[in-house]
């Protein structure tokens, strides 16, 4: 099964399928298996990868086979209809949330039904080698996973070497099916493509005033867009350039995005942060980095976290804690910053697989532990053969999803920063799959029960934060050449933007009816036109981009530094403190799943388009000179960046596939508070 996740920020610069009802886990009516019996079946274990053309015979029958099989919901139309209702501003069961005990009780997987899943395998000859409440975890030989679950184990042929995975769909009797979700791992594939959505990159800063040639040494940054200039640019760009901004910090941030302006602090509300692994020093690097920049510190008991290093596993593959370490420390100051008086709580996953997210998901659930949950993390689902996306997954994410917006826990996850996610933009894009087959949405951000947060860049207009406009996530830039006398390419390759499009996975969702255009809706990314209507990310979008970075402070081992951050890794804990300041506004009570509401407060949001009027320059180039430092031979490092240009995205009026319905605002904040 896939490794699930990709970070998405990079540090200064920057980290599908039908409904569950139609993929995996759900269960269908099969042919009575005999006179005595009727079964059913578990749709699309068998993966599309397994072709009769790659078949290379039967898995030897003493091969040892590992699994696990989730639990289902002892009512799972119920738990669909009333995650509806209670998110639903339209219904009159809105807001009426259960208690996490009440959700278990009248949702959870009944306990008679796991026992009947479990008596079935183990009487097969399983054995069972872990156990909770949601799955069980089975091992044994090939030849008993074949006579529990009616299939045969083949090996196939795939570009990454043989994969073992049933010949066909699972049937087991339905006495038993009915207590099972799904059952993962039975292609033999961990998948290790999940990552974080995120990249940095150091910036010079600076004091000096006036305008520098383009040519020579470029400005340090600007505390504020415009504030230092170059010139001497190529064709078809404006006279004169902006220097990069340096990288904000929360107080820049929450005026430009009209906290400030509200007086929200996001007090009363939690908003937790899923990552892998964690940070020994997160609590102190989040304090440092607060006061450092006239926020106050976290107050005792405000921060919890929830680590496991003896758990741990998987890091060679998911690029070990220590690469995880920035991606938390963004995700957690970012959240505090934008809600200085909410409640953070880190959750880390043992690693970067499904399983390992989806257990973190659930532990938060289960114990009701936010408000609010921040995922900087995904991955594609369309790659090379049998190394990629695992749709049984599916269903036990949305399982949990439902669960949630039972209690009053709403989801966000970042949309990636590879715009549409194709081969072409993988060619030259900094934080993308290389492995991509397809343009395509990001996983878990295109599961229509979470929130999608995509990418913009941002603006200000004054050191202290003043908004003065914003355009779409999206890079091209060219290298000044070490004589100074040149930039290559011109015009620049496509390097960085957010992620967003129709996704092929997942049929729209009933809240985004109305709101999304059908040209988008109902053309895939491909630019094929489809009958149904599909599911369009992102939701929304706050700043990320990598020319227009954030600061972050850690040190996880090393001594305290600050870097820039950027990516839509940025922007997902970003909305997460917006949210949570909306709770305050509206007195405390849960969002729950937010996009009902969200979407209703359609023309509310800052309208973000590729080329803002606040600009002034129409639709010429927008760009900024980005100095990296020097190269090994003393020369300049000089960078030339047009940004407001996605790979296969356009951010357009109204909603779009690159910005969603826009960013947030004061005004938006305020409309929490007026009851609606």
């Not at 209809?81 to 949330?97: C, E, I, L």
């Not at 929200?264 to 940070?279: E, H, N, P, R, W």
């Not at 050191?463 to 999206?474: C, Q, R």
Request: hydrophobic share 35%; proline share 6%.
């Amino acid at each position: 099964m896939p490794l699930a996740a990709q970070r998405r920020a990079r540090r200064v610069a920057a980290a599908v399928i039908p409904t569950a009802a139609l993929l995996a886990t759900a269960l269908t009516s099969a042919a009575p298996a005999n006179a005595a019996a009727t079964s059913s079946s578990i749709a699309v274990s068998h993966p599309a990868w397994a072709t009769p053309q790659a078949d290379k015979g039967a898995v030897p029958a003493s091969t040892r086979i590992t699994a696990r099989v989730y639990f289902a919901s002892q009512n799972a139309a119920g738990l669909d209809a009333f995650a509806k209702a209670v998110s639903d501003p339209s219904s009159a069961q809105y807001g009426k949330y259960l208690s996490a005990a009440q959700a278990a009780a009248k949702f959870g997987p009944s306990a008679a039904n796991s026992a009947a899943v479990k008596s079935y395998l183990t009487g097969h000859g399983l054995s069972v080698t872990a156990t909770d409440e949601h799955y069980i975890d089975i091992a044994g030989t090939a030849a008993q996973v074949e006579a529990a679950f009616n299939t045969g184990l083949h090996n196939y042929a795939t570009t990454t070497g043989l994969h073992h995975a049933p010949t066909g769909n699972l049937t087991l009797p339905d006495s038993v099916a009915k207590g099972l979700l799904s059952v993962v791992g039975l292609d033999g594939v961990q998948n290790t493509s999940a990552r974080p959505d995120s990249t940095s990159v150091s910036k010079s800063i600076g004091t000096k005033s006036g305008s520098t040639p383009a040519t020579g040494v470029p400005e340090p940054c600007s505390t504020y867009w415009g504030q230092y200039t170059a010139t001497g640019f190529p064709t078809g760009y404006t006279a004169s350039e902006p220097t990069a901004p340096c990288s904000y910090v929360p107080p820049q941030l929450r005026k430009a995005y009209g906290v400030s302006e509200t007086g929200l602090t996001g007090k009363g509300a939690t908003v937790a942060i899923v990552d892998a692994f964690g940070s020994s020093t997160m609590l102190a690097d989040a304090n440092q980095y607060a006061t450092n920049h006239g926020d106050n510190a976290f107050r005792a008991g405000q921060y919890t976290e929830y680590v496991t290093p003896a758990d741990w596993t998987n890091q060679a593959a998911c690029g070990t804690a220590a690469g995880w370490a920035p991606e938390e420390s963004l995700d957690v100051e970012m959240a505090h910053g934008y809600a200085p008086n909410a409640n953070v709580v880190y959750v880390g996953a043992n690693s970067c697989t499904d399983q390992d997210f989806l257990a973190a998901w659930q532990m938060i659930v289960d114990k009701h532990l936010a408000d609010v949950v921040s995922n900087s993390w995904g991955e594609i689902m369309h790659g090379p053969t049998a190394t990629y996306f695992d749709t049984s997954i599916i269903a036990p994410y949305e399982q949990v999803l439902k669960t949630a917006a039972v209690e009053g826990i709403g989801f966000n996850v970042s949309s990636g920063d590879c715009g549409d996610n194709s081969p072409g933009a993988a060619a030259t894009g900094a934080n993308c799959d290389p492995n991509t087959t397809e343009a395509q949405t990001q996983w878990p951000a295109s599961d229509p029960w979470v929130t999608g947060v995509g990418g913009t860049a941002l603006a200000i207009s004054s050191a202290s934060g003043n908004y003065k406009f914003e355009t779409a996530m999206g890079n091209q830039r060219s290298v000044l050449s070490p004589d100074g006398k040149s930039w290559s390419p011109f015009p620049g390759y496509w390097y960085f933007g957010g992620g967003g499009g129709t996704t092929p996975d997942f049929n729209q969702p009933w809240y985004q009816t109305f709101a999304v255009p059908s040209s988008l809706s109902h053309t895939l990314m491909t630019g094929q036109k489809v009958a149904t209507a599909h599911r369009v990310l992102p939701d929304v979008a706050m700043n990320g981009d990598l020319l227009t970075s954030v600061a972050v402070g850690m040190s996880d081992g090393s001594p305290y530094s600050e870097a820039g951050y950027g990516g839509t890794s940025v922007s997902s804990p970003s909305f997460a403190g917006i949210l949570a300041d909306a709770i305050q506004a509206q007195r405390g009570r849960p969002l729950g799943f937010a996009n009902p509401a969200l979407y209703l407060r359609e023309g509310l949001y800052t309208d973000v388009t590729a080329h803002p009027a606040a600009t002034h320059i129409g639709n010429q180039t927008l760009s900024a000179a980005y100095d990296l430092g020097y190269n090994a031979d003393g020369s300049r490092r000089v960078r030339l960046y047009s940004i407001g240009t996605d790979y296969g995205l356009n951010a357009g009026h109204g909603f779009d596939n690159a910005t969603g319905l826009g960013s947030p605002n004061a005004w938006f904040l305020w409309s929490f508070g007026l009851g609606f």
